[in-house]
Protein backbone atom coordinates (compact mmCIF):
# COMPACT_ATOMS: atom_id res chain seq x y z
CA UNK A 1 0.00 0.00 0.00
CA UNK A 2 1.12 3.47 -0.53
CA UNK A 3 0.29 7.01 -1.22
CA UNK A 4 0.27 9.68 -3.85
CA UNK A 5 2.09 12.86 -2.86
CA UNK A 6 1.39 16.40 -3.64
CA UNK A 7 -30.83 -1.70 -1.27
CA UNK A 8 -29.56 -3.46 -3.97
CA UNK A 9 -30.60 -2.65 -8.04
CA UNK A 10 -29.31 -3.89 -11.38
CA UNK A 11 -26.03 -2.30 -12.27
CA UNK A 12 -25.49 -2.25 -16.05
CA UNK A 13 -21.51 -3.65 -17.38
CA UNK A 14 -20.51 -1.30 -19.76
CA UNK A 15 -17.98 -1.13 -22.06
CA UNK A 16 -14.68 1.08 -22.58
CA UNK A 17 -14.88 1.70 -26.60
CA UNK A 18 -11.43 2.12 -27.47
CA UNK A 19 -12.37 4.91 -30.67
CA UNK A 20 -14.61 6.53 -29.28
CA UNK A 21 -13.41 6.69 -25.07
CA UNK A 22 -17.15 6.94 -23.93
CA UNK A 23 -19.21 4.44 -21.55
CA UNK A 24 -21.89 2.99 -23.66
CA UNK A 25 -23.74 -0.80 -23.18
CA UNK A 26 -21.70 -3.64 -23.45
CA UNK A 27 -20.80 -4.92 -27.00
CA UNK A 28 -21.39 -8.44 -28.63
CA UNK A 29 -17.79 -8.51 -28.93
CA UNK A 30 -17.58 -7.98 -24.96
CA UNK A 31 -19.52 -11.30 -24.69
CA UNK A 32 -18.22 -13.67 -27.53
CA UNK A 33 -15.65 -16.32 -25.66
CA UNK A 34 -13.44 -18.21 -27.15
CA UNK A 35 -12.62 -21.60 -26.52
CA UNK A 36 -9.93 -24.03 -26.19
CA UNK A 37 -9.52 -26.95 -24.34
CA UNK A 38 -12.79 -27.32 -22.95
CA UNK A 39 -12.47 -24.27 -21.14
CA UNK A 40 -14.27 -21.23 -21.97
CA UNK A 41 -12.32 -17.62 -22.24
CA UNK A 42 -12.12 -13.70 -22.58
CA UNK A 43 -12.20 -12.71 -26.38
CA UNK A 44 -12.47 -8.99 -25.90
CA UNK A 45 -9.46 -7.05 -27.23
CA UNK A 46 -7.79 -10.11 -27.82
CA UNK A 47 -4.89 -11.17 -30.01
CA UNK A 48 -2.93 -8.10 -29.62
CA UNK A 49 0.65 -7.42 -28.42
CA UNK A 50 1.78 -5.33 -25.70
CA UNK A 51 5.16 -3.92 -26.41
CA UNK A 52 6.85 -5.08 -22.55
CA UNK A 53 9.25 -3.28 -20.48
CA UNK A 54 10.13 -5.25 -17.50
CA UNK A 55 12.43 -3.62 -14.69
CA UNK A 56 14.90 -6.58 -13.27
CA UNK A 57 16.95 -5.74 -10.28
CA UNK A 58 19.76 -5.36 -12.34
CA UNK A 59 19.13 -3.43 -15.51
CA UNK A 60 16.34 -2.93 -17.85
CA UNK A 61 14.91 -5.97 -20.23
CA UNK A 62 12.61 -4.92 -23.39
CA UNK A 63 10.41 -8.20 -24.15
CA UNK A 64 8.06 -7.88 -27.33
CA UNK A 65 5.26 -10.86 -27.24
CA UNK A 66 3.72 -12.42 -30.22
CA UNK A 67 1.41 -10.46 -32.68
CA UNK A 68 -1.03 -13.13 -31.58
CA UNK A 69 -0.66 -12.98 -27.53
CA UNK A 70 -3.93 -12.71 -25.77
CA UNK A 71 -4.54 -10.23 -23.24
CA UNK A 72 -5.35 -12.83 -20.58
CA UNK A 73 -4.79 -16.44 -20.98
CA UNK A 74 -6.68 -17.70 -17.64
CA UNK A 75 -10.34 -18.63 -18.38
CA UNK A 76 -14.03 -17.32 -17.40
CA UNK A 77 -16.24 -19.70 -16.97
CA UNK A 78 -18.23 -20.36 -14.17
CA UNK A 79 -15.43 -22.73 -12.66
CA UNK A 80 -13.00 -19.63 -13.06
CA UNK A 81 -15.74 -17.72 -11.42
CA UNK A 82 -16.22 -20.05 -8.29
CA UNK A 83 -12.27 -20.14 -8.03
CA UNK A 84 -12.15 -16.15 -7.97
CA UNK A 85 -14.38 -15.82 -5.54
CA UNK A 86 -12.83 -18.83 -2.67
CA UNK A 87 -9.64 -16.92 -3.81
CA UNK A 88 -11.03 -13.16 -2.64
CA UNK A 89 -11.90 -15.16 1.11
CA UNK A 90 -8.24 -16.58 0.97
CA UNK A 91 -7.34 -12.63 0.65
CA UNK A 92 -9.50 -11.54 3.60
CA UNK A 93 -8.11 -14.63 6.02
CA UNK A 94 -4.53 -13.56 4.69
CA UNK A 95 -5.28 -9.98 6.54
CA UNK A 96 -7.73 -11.27 9.06
CA UNK A 97 -10.94 -9.85 7.23
CA UNK A 98 -9.55 -6.51 6.38
CA UNK A 99 -10.48 -5.64 2.73
CA UNK A 100 -7.28 -3.22 2.57
CA UNK A 101 -4.19 -2.21 4.44
CA UNK A 102 -3.83 1.49 3.19
CA UNK A 103 -5.12 3.61 5.59
CA UNK A 104 -7.69 5.35 3.74
CA UNK A 105 -9.81 7.97 5.28
CA UNK A 106 -13.82 7.11 4.47
CA UNK A 107 -14.46 11.23 4.73
CA UNK A 108 -11.79 11.80 1.94
CA UNK A 109 -12.67 8.21 -0.48
CA UNK A 110 -15.18 9.29 -2.50
CA UNK A 111 -14.14 7.38 -5.89
CA UNK A 112 -12.60 4.25 -5.83
CA UNK A 113 -11.29 2.01 -8.63
CA UNK A 114 -10.61 -2.33 -8.74
CA UNK A 115 -8.69 -2.75 -11.52
CA UNK A 116 -9.48 -6.61 -12.85
CA UNK A 117 -12.30 -7.08 -10.96
CA UNK A 118 -12.94 -10.37 -11.85
CA UNK A 119 -15.96 -11.53 -10.78
CA UNK A 120 -16.49 -8.14 -8.21
CA UNK A 121 -16.48 -9.45 -5.07
CA UNK A 122 -13.73 -6.97 -3.65
CA UNK A 123 -15.33 -4.46 -5.08
CA UNK A 124 -18.96 -5.15 -3.81
CA UNK A 125 -17.79 -5.84 -0.43
CA UNK A 126 -15.81 -2.11 -0.29
CA UNK A 127 -18.85 -0.46 -1.69
CA UNK A 128 -21.28 -2.10 1.15
CA UNK A 129 -19.11 -1.02 3.79
CA UNK A 130 -18.20 2.04 2.54
CA UNK A 131 -21.79 3.38 0.92
CA UNK A 132 -20.69 6.80 0.71
CA UNK A 133 -17.57 6.03 -2.00
CA UNK A 134 -18.59 5.42 -5.83
CA UNK A 135 -16.88 1.65 -6.62
CA UNK A 136 -16.13 1.14 -10.28
CA UNK A 137 -14.30 -2.55 -11.39
CA UNK A 138 -13.36 -2.79 -14.11
CA UNK A 139 -12.16 -6.37 -15.94
CA UNK A 140 -11.92 -7.98 -20.00
CA UNK A 141 -15.03 -10.21 -18.90
CA UNK A 142 -18.37 -8.72 -17.77
CA UNK A 143 -18.89 -11.95 -15.12
CA UNK A 144 -20.02 -9.49 -12.66
CA UNK A 145 -23.29 -10.40 -11.22
CA UNK A 146 -26.49 -8.26 -12.22
CA UNK A 147 -27.27 -7.19 -9.04
CA UNK A 148 -25.07 -5.06 -6.93
CA UNK A 149 -24.58 -1.93 -4.43
CA UNK A 150 -26.21 1.48 -6.03
CA UNK A 151 -22.79 2.81 -5.65
CA UNK A 152 -21.32 0.31 -7.37
CA UNK A 153 -20.30 -0.23 -11.25
CA UNK A 154 -18.42 -2.82 -13.44
CA UNK A 155 -16.81 -1.76 -17.08
CA UNK A 156 -15.59 -3.78 -19.72
CA UNK A 157 -12.14 -2.69 -20.45
CA UNK A 158 -8.39 -3.29 -20.85
CA UNK A 159 -6.27 -2.28 -18.40
CA UNK A 160 -3.44 -1.92 -20.52
CA UNK A 161 -5.26 0.52 -22.92
CA UNK A 162 -5.33 3.75 -22.25
CA UNK A 163 -6.77 4.15 -19.10
CA UNK A 164 -10.10 7.03 -20.10
CA UNK A 165 -11.04 8.20 -15.79
CA UNK A 166 -9.21 11.26 -16.44
CA UNK A 167 -12.03 14.06 -17.02
CA UNK A 168 -16.30 13.78 -17.23
CA UNK A 169 -17.73 15.30 -19.88
CA UNK A 170 -17.97 18.71 -18.16
CA UNK A 171 -14.37 18.68 -17.69
CA UNK A 172 -14.50 18.08 -14.12
CA UNK A 173 -11.76 15.76 -12.25
CA UNK A 174 -12.19 12.13 -12.49
CA UNK A 175 -9.47 10.90 -10.45
CA UNK A 176 -9.45 8.15 -7.52
CA UNK A 177 -8.92 8.43 -3.75
CA UNK A 178 -8.22 4.91 -3.92
CA UNK A 179 -6.99 2.67 -6.89
CA UNK A 180 -7.04 -2.14 -5.95
CA UNK A 181 -5.75 -4.19 -8.04
CA UNK A 182 -5.22 -7.87 -7.11
CA UNK A 183 -3.89 -11.04 -8.94
CA UNK A 184 -2.77 -9.29 -12.09
CA UNK A 185 0.84 -10.93 -12.56
CA UNK A 186 -0.87 -12.73 -14.89
CA UNK A 187 -2.41 -10.34 -17.32
CA UNK A 188 -0.36 -7.45 -17.32
CA UNK A 189 2.43 -7.19 -19.56
CA UNK A 190 4.07 -3.93 -19.13
CA UNK A 191 4.10 -3.05 -15.60
CA UNK A 192 5.78 0.52 -15.48
CA UNK A 193 3.10 1.69 -17.72
CA UNK A 194 0.54 0.45 -15.51
CA UNK A 195 1.99 1.57 -12.76
CA UNK A 196 2.53 5.41 -14.68
CA UNK A 197 -1.18 4.85 -15.05
CA UNK A 198 -2.17 4.54 -11.53
CA UNK A 199 -0.40 7.25 -10.56
CA UNK A 200 -1.97 9.40 -13.27
CA UNK A 201 -5.28 8.61 -11.95
CA UNK A 202 -4.84 9.23 -8.65
CA UNK A 203 -6.41 12.29 -6.68
CA UNK A 204 -3.16 13.63 -4.42
CA UNK A 205 -3.17 12.13 -1.43
CA UNK A 206 -4.61 9.13 -2.75
CA UNK A 207 -3.37 5.20 -2.17
CA UNK A 208 -2.35 2.48 -4.14
CA UNK A 209 -2.63 -1.28 -3.10
CA UNK A 210 -1.63 -4.26 -5.00
CA UNK A 211 -1.55 -7.83 -3.96
CA UNK A 212 0.14 -10.36 -6.42
CA UNK A 213 1.03 -13.71 -6.07
CA UNK A 214 4.75 -15.31 -7.67
CA UNK A 215 5.96 -17.90 -9.62
CA UNK A 216 8.06 -20.37 -9.40
CA UNK A 217 6.35 -21.06 -6.00
CA UNK A 218 9.18 -23.16 -3.18
CA UNK A 219 9.27 -25.32 -0.72
CA UNK A 220 9.98 -24.91 3.01
CA UNK A 221 12.56 -27.05 4.51
CA UNK A 222 11.11 -29.90 7.18
CA UNK A 223 13.88 -28.43 10.11
CA UNK A 224 11.77 -25.18 9.45
CA UNK A 225 8.25 -25.99 8.24
CA UNK A 226 6.03 -23.21 10.45
CA UNK A 227 4.84 -21.97 7.28
CA UNK A 228 6.78 -18.70 8.23
CA UNK A 229 8.55 -18.75 4.78
CA UNK A 230 11.77 -19.82 6.56
CA UNK A 231 13.93 -22.29 4.69
CA UNK A 232 12.81 -21.67 1.07
CA UNK A 233 14.02 -23.79 -1.54
CA UNK A 234 12.98 -25.29 -4.81
CA UNK A 235 13.30 -28.67 -4.82
CA UNK A 236 13.28 -30.15 -8.46
CA UNK A 237 12.16 -33.23 -7.87
CA UNK A 238 8.78 -31.74 -6.70
CA UNK A 239 6.17 -31.80 -9.82
CA UNK A 240 4.30 -29.12 -8.27
CA UNK A 241 7.51 -26.66 -8.16
CA UNK A 242 8.24 -27.89 -12.30
CA UNK A 243 5.07 -26.76 -12.60
CA UNK A 244 5.16 -23.72 -11.25
CA UNK A 245 8.26 -22.84 -12.87
CA UNK A 246 7.31 -24.18 -16.36
CA UNK A 247 4.06 -21.31 -15.75
CA UNK A 248 6.64 -18.62 -15.28
CA UNK A 249 8.71 -19.92 -18.62
CA UNK A 250 5.15 -20.02 -20.17
CA UNK A 251 4.45 -16.70 -19.26
CA UNK A 252 7.69 -15.05 -20.25
CA UNK A 253 7.29 -16.10 -23.89
CA UNK A 254 3.90 -14.24 -23.59
CA UNK A 255 6.07 -11.02 -22.28
CA UNK A 256 5.12 -11.15 -18.93
CA UNK A 257 7.15 -11.26 -16.21
CA UNK A 258 5.98 -13.11 -12.65
CA UNK A 259 8.07 -11.88 -10.59
CA UNK A 260 7.50 -8.19 -11.70
CA UNK A 261 6.24 -7.49 -7.78
CA UNK A 262 9.93 -7.98 -6.70
CA UNK A 263 10.64 -4.51 -7.74
CA UNK A 264 7.52 -2.54 -7.58
CA UNK A 265 9.01 -0.75 -4.68
CA UNK A 266 11.50 1.00 -6.60
CA UNK A 267 9.34 2.01 -9.86
CA UNK A 268 6.91 3.07 -7.05
CA UNK A 269 9.65 5.65 -5.44
CA UNK A 270 10.55 6.26 -9.04
CA UNK A 271 6.82 8.05 -9.87
CA UNK A 272 7.04 9.80 -6.87
CA UNK A 273 4.60 7.72 -4.33
CA UNK A 274 5.95 7.73 -0.54
CA UNK A 275 4.59 6.07 2.68
CA UNK A 276 5.12 2.71 0.67
CA UNK A 277 5.32 0.01 2.70
CA UNK A 278 5.56 -3.88 1.69
CA UNK A 279 4.06 -7.22 3.17
CA UNK A 280 5.47 -10.47 1.86
CA UNK A 281 2.73 -13.03 2.76
CA UNK A 282 3.00 -16.55 1.46
CA UNK A 283 0.09 -18.80 1.22
CA UNK A 284 0.67 -22.61 2.33
CA UNK A 285 -0.34 -24.94 -0.21
CA UNK A 286 -2.13 -28.14 2.05
CA UNK A 287 -2.46 -28.54 5.77
CA UNK A 288 0.86 -28.89 6.46
CA UNK A 289 1.33 -25.50 8.85
CA UNK A 290 0.61 -25.88 12.79
CA UNK A 291 -1.43 -22.94 13.34
CA UNK A 292 -5.36 -23.48 13.32
CA UNK A 293 -5.44 -20.24 10.43
CA UNK A 294 -2.67 -21.15 8.47
CA UNK A 295 -3.53 -24.92 8.28
CA UNK A 296 -7.29 -23.66 7.42
CA UNK A 297 -5.96 -21.09 4.85
CA UNK A 298 -3.78 -24.10 3.20
CA UNK A 299 -6.92 -26.43 2.93
CA UNK A 300 -8.79 -23.16 1.19
CA UNK A 301 -5.29 -23.26 -1.10
CA UNK A 302 -5.94 -26.51 -1.60
CA UNK A 303 -9.40 -26.02 -3.24
CA UNK A 304 -8.32 -23.28 -4.82
CA UNK A 305 -5.57 -25.12 -6.75
CA UNK A 306 -7.63 -28.52 -7.64
CA UNK A 307 -9.14 -26.20 -10.61
CA UNK A 308 -6.87 -23.77 -10.32
CA UNK A 309 -3.80 -25.44 -11.75
CA UNK A 310 -5.48 -26.36 -14.83
CA UNK A 311 -6.68 -22.33 -15.07
CA UNK A 312 -3.83 -21.20 -14.70
CA UNK A 313 -1.62 -23.03 -16.64
CA UNK A 314 -3.72 -24.61 -19.87
CA UNK A 315 -3.51 -22.02 -22.34
CA UNK A 316 0.07 -21.15 -21.46
CA UNK A 317 1.44 -24.27 -21.82
CA UNK A 318 0.02 -24.99 -24.81
CA UNK A 319 0.00 -21.44 -26.51
CA UNK A 320 3.61 -20.69 -25.56
CA UNK A 321 5.56 -23.73 -24.42
CA UNK A 322 3.79 -25.64 -27.46
CA UNK A 323 2.72 -28.66 -25.25
CA UNK A 324 0.50 -31.11 -26.47
CA UNK A 325 -2.96 -31.99 -24.54
CA UNK A 326 -1.40 -34.92 -23.44
CA UNK A 327 1.52 -33.59 -21.84
CA UNK A 328 -0.19 -30.79 -20.05
CA UNK A 329 -2.11 -33.67 -18.44
CA UNK A 330 0.47 -35.53 -17.31
CA UNK A 331 2.11 -32.12 -15.78
CA UNK A 332 -0.98 -31.52 -14.32
CA UNK A 333 -1.45 -35.18 -12.83
CA UNK A 334 2.18 -35.05 -11.14
CA UNK A 335 1.81 -31.51 -9.71
CA UNK A 336 -1.60 -32.21 -8.25
CA UNK A 337 -0.05 -35.64 -6.69
CA UNK A 338 2.71 -33.40 -5.02
CA UNK A 339 0.00 -30.67 -3.70
CA UNK A 340 -2.06 -33.95 -2.31
CA UNK A 341 1.58 -35.14 -0.29
CA UNK A 342 1.14 -34.72 3.24
CA UNK A 343 4.57 -35.07 3.61
CA UNK A 344 5.69 -31.69 1.00
CA UNK A 345 5.34 -28.62 2.02
CA UNK A 346 4.93 -26.46 -0.50
CA UNK A 347 3.64 -22.40 -0.47
CA UNK A 348 2.83 -19.75 -2.82
CA UNK A 349 5.03 -16.31 -2.43
CA UNK A 350 2.86 -13.27 -2.66
Given at each position: ?????????????????????????????????????????????????????????????????????????LPNDELEQERLDLQHVMWLMTHHNALHLSPISPQHTH??????????????????????????????????????????????????????????????????????????CMG?????????????????GGWLELREITFPWATVDDDDDDGGGGGAGNDSSSALLRWSEDVRRGAAKAGIDTTACRVFDAQLRALGFVDIREERPAWPLGEWPRGRREKLLGRYALRNLETGLEAISTAVFSRYLGMSRESIELSLMEARRDLHDPTMHHYAPL
Open positions: MLTRKDDPVPRPVRLVDDRRRAFTSAASKAVEWRFENGRRYHAYDDGSAYPHTSLTYKNTTSLTPSPQTPAYNRVLDVGTGTGAWAIAFAERHPAAHVVGTDLSPVQPAFAPPNCEFLVDNAERDWAFDDDDRGGSKKFDFVHARMLVHDWPRFLRQCWDNLAP
